[in-house]
Every structure is written in structure tokens, then in C-alpha cells.
């Protein structure tokens, strides 16, 4: 009976290395933010789904790999960017331990020195490469103060795309992948006792605070959403700092959960397909939940839409920005890490109802 089971695994494992062996293999390499590493994931799903002959190794940091957990065909490799892979010698390491996965391609979506690097050696070795265009030009004229162009630039995705047809891999997204939505996490039955009820995420928190609705608004939004019995709204960010003050935005409503430092990052998404919606600012939450196709509602200060990094797909009037003609200057970064003088309450242009609102509306969509 043994050896009968040990014949048959042997068996599948030769099918599945000779299905694998026929496969392309690209290599795509993108280290960072968390925002623009979940932006790869619809493409990736895309890719994946439209060239069967087609396998793919994300090259990325540690933290992200849950991003493509179970997605067909999609290795990960983890890079050491504090020991193995640090400096200069580790970026050849890096080369060479990504070249024993014998790629076929090498697709940059980052960028970067450190991408160029690890790029230019596999160009030498005769591995086609291509890399992503930031369209820089464009957003310099986006943000710039005078002579500003303000129209939409191609979105990150898009870049994404055109890499890869630099490559000869076309990707049509025009009817997006999403992952099924799992059963609700053992870990967050405690949390759970309401479903059936309305489940809103809010993550209040970005990298700069250009971007980051005014906290006393937001608490202004946090209990007016609480106000409705049927919601139930949970809170996103991470850190002791961000978790105080998610506490101060929860107060006494009993149907505020703060979510931050209570469960992994991988629990922590299968919460997110459960929501009804999301509302965050310009950040990496945002990215997460539009790449598990959860809707997602977005605030914007000195940033802005147009300048590429909008959820993806989502409609337009889902993103609220602050007001162009008392800050004409907007949108004053990409990024939002440039201070302009007198723009700092831009944001408090956005009312905390018309935040609420346009929340309601959007988690009752079906």
C-alpha cells in the first residue's frame, strides 16, 4: 500500500515538473511601498490568467508575500535587503540567486538603483528586460506651480501593462481577476458577532501628513458612521503611535473595533474582503483592498488622483479631493512629501458629511 502511494506521488511530481519545465518564466521585481507592491497584483492576476503557457517568480520583500498567496503559477522570493542582499556584493548575490530560477524574462517594475543593478546583469547574461516608465515628465507638469498641466497621467497599472509588452506579454484589464472571498478567519470570530450587518474599514493613517484627513474631522466621521446602528466600522494602521490614536477615534462606540496590532497581515486582508468598503487616504490600504476588489472610497490633500495611483478599479467619484479653487496649486506632490506653505488645512475643504455620505452610498452598492 506504501510503495503504491509513493509510486503515485512520484508520478504527479514528474507531470508537474515536465508542466512546469514547458512553462515561460518572468521574473518581476518590485521591492516597495506596500501600496505600489499591491498594485502589481492585478496585473499579475491578469497575466497570469491570459498566457497559460506563462509562470511567474515576484521578487519582493518579506512582508508582501501573502499579496500573491494562491494565486496559480506565481512563485515568491524573498529578498534579505538587511543581510544577504545588502550592498552592493548583495545585489550580485541577489542576481545569482534569482538566475538559478532559470527566468525567461526579467520585467522591472521598480526601477530603482538597486533594480537597475540586478537588471543590467541579467541584460549582460541575454535575458530580455524591460523596465517601468514612471512617466516622471508628466507628473512634474501634474505638480508643478506654474504652468501646471492639470490632466490624469497613465496609472501605475497601466505602466505595469506596458512593461510587460515591452516583453511581448499583452494584458487586457478590462474585466479584472479578484480573489474569491474566503470564509471569515478563525482569528476574527471575536470580532465577528455581527455579520450581516454593514462592515466599513477606515484607515486613517498615510506616510506623510499632507495626506492624512485632519484627525478631529475624522472623528467627526467615525461617529457619525457609528451613529447608525447597522455598521459596524473597523479600524486600520499599525504602531504604538497610530494605535492610540485609534483608540481616541473609537471612544465609547461599541461598534467601532480597532483592528491594528491584533492580527498578522495575511488575516488582516481576509477581514478586508469582507468589508462592505474601504476609506482611506492615498496609501497603501487603499492598494490592498482594490486589489482584493473591495470598494474603496479615498481622501485626498496635497496628492491627487491624477497623478497615478488612484485604487484600481474604481470609479472616479470615489475619490473625494480637496478643493482646486481655494488651493489652485493641488495637487502639490505625487507623493505627498513637499510641503507648500499655506496649504496645510487643505483637506478641512472636505466635509466629514460629505465623507459619510458618499460612504453609505458606496457600501450599499451591490
Known amino acids: ?7 503515485i506521488t512520484l508520478f504527479l511530481f514528474k507531470i508537474n515538473y515536465i508542466l512546469v519545465k514547458g512553462l515561460k518564466h518572468i521574473v518581476i521585481f518590485r521591492l516597495s511601498a506596500m501600496g505600489d507592491v499591491a498594485m502589481t497584483v492585478p496585473v499579475i492576476r491578469a497575466l497570469i490568467e491570459q498566457h497559460p503557457n506563462l509562470r511567474v517568480t515576484v521578487v519582493s520583500r518579506p512582508f508582501f508575500k501573502p499579496f500573491f498567496k494562491g494565486i496559480e503559477r506565481v512563485d515568491f522570493f524573498a529578498v534579505d535587503v538587511k543581510k544577504k542582499h545588502k550592498g552592493f556584493l548583495g545585489l550580485i548575490r541577489l542576481y545569482q540567486d534569482i538566475k538559478r530560477l532559470k527566468p525567461n524574462y526579467f520585467a522591472d517594475f521598480h526601477n530603482v538603483l538597486r533594480a537597475q543593478v540586478v537588471r543590467t546583469l541579467f541584460k549582460l547574461s541575454g535575458i530580455p528586460t524591460a523596465a517601468l516608465d514612471k512617466g516622471r515628465d508628466a507628473k512634474k507638469a501634474l505638480t508643478r506651480a506654474e504652468n501646471k498641466v492639470f490632466k490624469p497621467v497613465q496609472t501605475m497599472v497601466e505602466n505595469h501593462v506596458q512593461t510587460l509588452a515591452k516583453l511581448g506579454f499583452s494584458v487586457n484589464l478590462n474585466n479584472p481577476i479578484f480573489p474569491t472571498v474566503p470564509p471569515l478567519a478563525q482569528e476574527l470570530e471575536s470580532f465577528a458577532k455581527d455579520q450581516g450587518k454593514t462592515w466599513i474599514g477606515i484607515a486613517p493613517f498615510a506616510q506623510y ?29 499599525g504602531g504604538e503611535k497610530e494605535i ?14 480597532v483592528m491594528a496590532g491584533k492580527v498578522k497581515l495575511e488575516v488582516e486582508m481576509n477581514l478586508i474582503q469582507h468589508l462592505d468598503v474601504m ?50 496649486l493641488l495637487p502639490t506632490s505625487v507623493y505627498g512629501n513637499k510641503k507648500v506653505e499655506g496649504y496645510d488645512e487643505a483637506m478641512r475643504t472636505i466635509e466629514p458629511s460629505t465623507v459619510c455620505k458618499k460612504v453609505n452610498k458606496v457600501a450599499q452598492k451591490k
Open 244 to 257: 492610540a490614536l485609534l483608540n481616541q477615534l473609537k471612544r465609547d462606540n461599541d461598534n467601532v473595533i
Open 1 to 7: 500500500m506504501f510503495c503504491k502511494a509513493w509510486i
Open 209 to 237: 501628513d499632507s495626506k492624512v484627513y485632519p484627525l478631529d474631522l475624522m472623528q467627526q466621521v467615525v461617529d457619525e458612521l457609528a451613529e447608525q446602528e447597522n455598521n459596524r466600522i473597523f479600524l486600520f494602521g
Open 279 to 328: 476609506l482611506s487616504m492615498d496609501s497603501g490600504n487603499a492598494h490592498i483592498a482594490a486589489m482584493l476588489g473591495v470598494k474603496v472610497v479615498t481622501l485626498w490633500g496635497a496628492t491627487h488622483p491624477y497623478a497615478g495611483f488612484a485604487p484600481f478599479n474604481q470609479p472616479a467619484d470615489y475619490c473625494i479631493t480637496a478643493d482646486r479653487e481655494k488651493y489652485p
